[in-house]
């Protein structure tokens, strides 16, 4: 097994007993970056000197007899739209052309006081207004989409580019690239990762949390994040709680909602066995599942976009007066239509939000977990703009991915994804976990149990170099930031 | 069209109210996105909220920390 192909977990482990040299990980994963990319374009900006220099501080440390942090050398990608100091925040947009932040965002100063390494800043749909990352293929078949926003962290952990990364997660992008390529990825309770220094979608919706290859992997880069912050108002005093989960699988006394309406309606038939054999494996591992009502769901795409349009719209207001024709069309023409929100609409999905966190932790009284489906189906075809269900309802890519995702997004609560099977087309399916607010060591401790009823999860089985240096066509060829930047 | 659906013109004229001059060419896609947004937002409608306050995002005792910190571009997601 090469250094690149180890999960954070297992290198962090061997680094410390001196099995592995932090230079040894970070090499192979810069140089599984350099074969992969051309493939994937997860990537802005590949930091090397930067990474190689961090392994030498961490090699160093660990041969004079220091301590080691908790991450040490590990290879990360960040999304972005997080402030590392002295590099562009592009947000994957012309409009940041020039751009350099001034200062780390809280999250980067606290994973690189961990040790972590800084192997590049990864892809995003444009300022994270979308779900599909056109710039970035998926890891699995690049004829697919990435999914987004966070699509290039997605793929960088999910092809060994990166041994784990953050994403931001405002109506499911974390959790939505994550399920659709195959690993972990967790919107931790609002407010529990510090958002300073992270460029914002939609204040009162945006989560920063981690893309790993393992459930154990996600707990130990929460543990390097999580905490209180006095520079993000949605940041409130924690308990420094173990979220860590052990060994022991048994899952007796937790109560598993399994939801009877919304979270399978419109689901592709493969991603619902996969999701309820899951569920039925949980079972096995001592868990009672109780049918739950999922609440208000008519309301979810209304309150969803009443609070992010208008948000949106407000933090672009400047540059999409001074700039508009820098922005790419699809995130333009929702920041201008934005612009014509009434006031009252805005007030009425807060008021709104307020009544479904309320049912939503009411529902939470009678399970611990609420366990569905994270995405209606694996990943569509780069060029392919709807689906039509059974039914003959016809819904946009985008709408379906975040159905699922944006109810974690409006109340706050916690979810995390976990790859749960494929279909039969080879594509990954995953699972999310949702559950009361701080409760990430109950999901952990419930994902951890599950991954471990089945076998190592391989890495997406990506190719190699294409001969002239190129990857492969399709669509998402079309748009390459890349070059634009 | 419903009497409630926007008009190129009006779209044009709401955003130039909003202090952002569109140009002729983009008057008709923005007055039909904005209409898709309003289809969406406007089943809220039909909730009686009573006293239900809107959610809060901020704490207030922090709020001059905030405004210290809020100062360029990129803090502005604190």
Known sequence: ?485 | MPAAELTPPEAARWAARTGLPLPADRHAEVAATADHIHSVVSVLRELDFGDTPPAADYRAAEEGDQQRAGTGENNAAV
């Not at chain 1, 990537?43 to 004079?64: F, G, K, M, N």
Request: proline share 8%; glycine share 8%; no cysteine.
């Open chain 1, 1 to 485: 097994m090469q250094p690149y192909e180890l999960s954070l977990t297992a290198a962090a482990d061997r680094i410390r007993t001196r099995q592995l040299s932090p230079v040894e990980l970070v090499d192979s994963v810069l140089d599984r970056i350099e074969r992969t990319e051309p493939h994937l374009r997860a990537y802005v900006t590949v930091t090397a000197d930067r990474a190689r220099s961090s392994a030498r501080r961490a090699e160093q440390e660990l041969s004079a007899g220091r301590a080691a942090g908790p991450l040490p050398g590990i290879p990360m990608g960040l999304k972005d739209m997080i402030d590392v100091a002295g590099v562009a925040t592009t947000g994957s947009s012309r409009v940041r052309e020039g751009h350099r932040a001034d200062a780390d965002s809280t999250a980067a100063a606290r994973l690189t006081a961990a040790g972590a390494a800084l192997v590049g800043k990864t892809h995003t749909h444009e300022f994270a207004y979308g779900l599909t990352t056109p710039q970035t293929r998926n890891a699995w078949d690049q004829e697919r989409v990435a999914g987004g926003s966070s699509g290039g962290s997605a793929v960088a952990v999910a092809a060994g580019a990166a041994t784990f990364a953050l994403g931001t997660d405002t109506g499911g992008s974390i959790r939505v690239p994550a399920a659709l390529n195959g690993i972990v990825g967790l919107k931790p309770t609002y407010g529990l990762v510090p958002r300073h220094g992270v460029t914002s979608l939609s204040w009162s919706l945006d989560h920063v949390g981690p893309l790993t290859r393992t459930v154990e992997d996600a707990a130990a880069v929460l543990a390097a994040l999580a905490g209180d912050a006095p520079r993000d108002p949605a940041s409130a005093p924690t308990p420094s709680t173990d979220r860590q989960p052990d060994a022991d699988m048994d899952l007796t006394g937790l109560r598993v909602g399994v939801p009877v309406n919304y979270y399978f309606d419109h689901v592709d038939p493969e991603v619902e066995a996969a999701v309820r054999r899951a569920v039925d494996r949980l079972a096995e591992l001592g868990a009672h599942l109780v049918d739950v009502e999922i609440p208000m769901t008519r309301y979810i795409q209304a309150v969803q976009w009443g609070l992010m349009v208008p948000e949106a719209t407000a933090y672009h207001e400047r540059t999409l007066r001074s700039v508009p024709e820098r922005y790419a069309a699809d995130v333009r023409i929702l920041l201008e239509a934005g612009e014509l929100m009434p006031a009252g609409d805005y007030l009425r999905a807060q008021r709104a939000r307020t009544l479904m966190r309320r049912s939503w932790l009411s529902t939470l009284e009678e399970v611990d977990v609420i366990a569905a489906p994270t995405v209606p189906t694996t990943a569509a075809k780069a060029d392919q703009p709807t689906l039509t269900w059974p039914d003959g309802t016809v819904e946009t890519v985008s709408d379906a991915y975040v159905r699922l995702s944006a109810p974690a997004n409006i109340t706050g609560l916690p979810a995390l994804t976990l790859p749960v099977g494929h279909d039969r087309a080879g594509m990954p399916i995953g699972m999310q976990l949702m559950g009361r607010p701080q409760s990430e060591a109950v999901l952990l401790r419930a994902g951890h149990a599950y991954e471990r009823t089945g076998p190592p999860r391989t890495l997406a089985p990506v190719g190699g170099t294409a001969p002239d240096g190129t990857a492969p066509g399709g669509p998402a060829a079309a748009v390459d930031a890349m070059t634009l930047l």
